[in-house]
């Protein structure tokens, strides 16, 4: 699965994430995720995490069954962030080689 965001960030907002495709196969204990987030042609973050450690920041836990999925979630930014818009890229590990 390749999740694929355009946000724009002010400081003290209220950021809304809205998330949805489709899992071709079961999501188990152990899968990773590479996370690369970009601002212009700099790499802020690059880096492969826990998929089912991280999936708890979302309300959701391991296994994720294959198939549809959406969701949704609010995370209040710090006011020390100056207003950008990022585009933000998730996709597996294995389909970056």
Known sequence: MQLTLSV???????????ASGTLSET???GA???LV????????????????DQIK????????EKGHM?????????AQIPPVR???RSTR???LS
Not at 8 to 18: F, H, P, R
Not at 37 to 52: A, F, M, N, P, S
């Open 8 to 18: 724009c960030l002010k400081s003290g907002a209220t950021l809304t994430i809205n």
């Open 27 to 29: 999501v188990d204990k």
């Open 32 to 34: 990773t995720v590479a």
């Open 37 to 52: 987030v970009k601002w212009g042609v700099i790499t802020l973050v690059k880096q492969t995490v826990d998929l089912c």
């Open 57 to 64: 920041n979302v309300d959701l836990e391991c296994p994720l």
């Open 70 to 78: 959406s969701l949704t979630k609010e995370v209040k930014l710090p």
């Open 86 to 88: 990022i585009p933000l």
């Open 93 to 95: 590990e294995e389909d």
